[in-house]
């Protein structure tokens, strides 16, 4: 069973930054593909950006240019750093791991709020 605390959300004016971390417990953590998700109020749940094993990225087109996503496998973390907030990105986050055979797992989520 692998554990996914998110962490770093909360309220930021348009225009600002935040960074959300992802603490995965286990020792898979290097081989998963991690991924950043959101879920505004009344809308399906989306990819934000997700990362390989390998470090390679790829992020949906709404945030290209702005959100940065990032590991660190020696602390078992995944990171999203978030530039140039706009309304539009206030969504609850979660963060996702696919650990392949050992199973896929979600975080708790956590509230980005950005206001004008």
């Known amino acids: 069973q692998v554990q996914l605390v998110e962490s770093g959300g909360g309220l930021v004016q348009a225009g600002g930054s935040l960074r959300l971390s992802c603490a995965a417990s286990g020792s898979r953590f290097s081989l998963a593909i991690m991924g950043w998700y959101r879920q505004s109020q009344g809308k399906q749940r989306e990819l934000v950006a997700i990362i390989a094993s390998t470090g390679s990225t790829n992020y949906a087109d709404s945030v290209k240019g702005r959100f940065t996503i990032s590991r660190d496998n020696a602390k078992n973390t995944v990171y999203l750093q978030m530039n140039s907030l706009k309304l539009e990105d206030t969504a609850v986050y979660y963060c996702?791991?696919?650990?392949?055979?050992?199973?896929?797992?979600w975080g708790q989520g956590t509230q980005v709020t950005v206001s004008p």
């Open positions: 996702n791991g696919d650990f392949g055979w050992y199973g896929q797992y």
